[in-house]
């Protein structure tokens, strides 16, 4: 099992409708949770990180963690034409001696259609 | 994104030259990260520098040399390169390693191995 699932995609979403993004994770003691956008041929940005069970908005994006399914998602709403690019759910895990490190999905491809 | 820079943003080497990416981060940070994102593959982490110290090599092969002078310098020096070596090169950075802080991301090198 990998350590973060998302749907690879293509999402197709119409202009103005919510897009919703999922993502799961198998570590258990994971506490903290990001989202990254990257359009085509740019690096990563940070969208949200949210570290507790519940929502989190910030504008038209509200992510939402689950910790007991262990799952996270990101809602889009209005969305637009500037949405389109790859959404990137990012843990963090702990690996040895305490350390820890941010694992990430494989991406999910979103298009807003105008 | 200014805060954590890459030079050179584009790279084509052959299979025998030496060449050396540099991330400098203005952030203030104390941990730096090498990834490397291939088509279709989630982003993939090399090496991590906490307080200018290694603190993981996840089983990257030795063609990949990274150093890292002070925290907010960051090297991976490259030679004998495979044609599957061809990617985007990411450096980001993050408070340290351990804490819930957010990793950002640089522009990142897109490198061509001929």
């Known amino acids: 099992q990998k350590e973060v699932e998302q749907n690879s995609g293509p999402l197709s979403v119409p202009e103005g409708a919510i897009a919703s993004l999922n993502c799961t994770y198998s570590?258990?003691?994971?506490?903290?949770f990001f989202w990254y956008r990257q359009y085509s041929g740019k690096s990563p940005e940070l969208i949200m990180s949210?570290?507790?069970?519940g929502d989190k908005e910030d504008g038209r994006f509200t992510a939402q963690l689950n910790k007991a399914s262990q799952y996270v998602s990101l809602l889009i709403r209005d969305s637009q034409p500037s949405d389109s690019a790859t959404y990137l759910c990012?843990?963090?895990?702990?690996?040895?001696?305490?350390?820890?490190?941010?694992?990430f999905g494989q991406g999910t491809r979103l298009t807003i259609n105008p | 994104e200014t805060g954590v820079t890459q030079t050179p943003r584009h790279l084509v080497m052959g299979m025998t030259n030496k060449k050396s990416l540099k991330c400098e981060q203005h952030?203030?940070?104390?941990?730096m990260y090498w990834y490397k994102q291939s088509a279709k593959k989630p982003l993939e982490l090399m090496f991590v520098?906490?307080?200018?110290?290694?603190?993981e090599n996840n089983s990257v092969p030795s063609r990949f040399s990274p150093e890292c002078p002070n925290s907010s310098h960051l090297f991976l020096h490259l030679h004998t390169l495979q044609p599957e070596d061809s990617a985007l090169y990411l450096c980001?950075?993050?408070?340290?390693?351990?804490?819930?802080?957010?990793?950002?991301f640089g522009p990142g090198t897109r490198l061509l191995v001929l």
């Open positions: 980001a950075s993050s408070q340290d390693r351990d804490s819930q802080g957010t990793q950002y």
């Open positions: 570590d258990r003691g994971s506490q903290s």
């Open positions: 949210i570290y507790s069970n």
């Open positions: 990012a843990v963090k895990v702990l690996v040895i001696q305490g350390a820890q490190k941010l694992v």
């Open positions: 952030l203030g940070h104390n941990a």
């Open positions: 520098y906490n307080f200018k110290e290694q603190t």
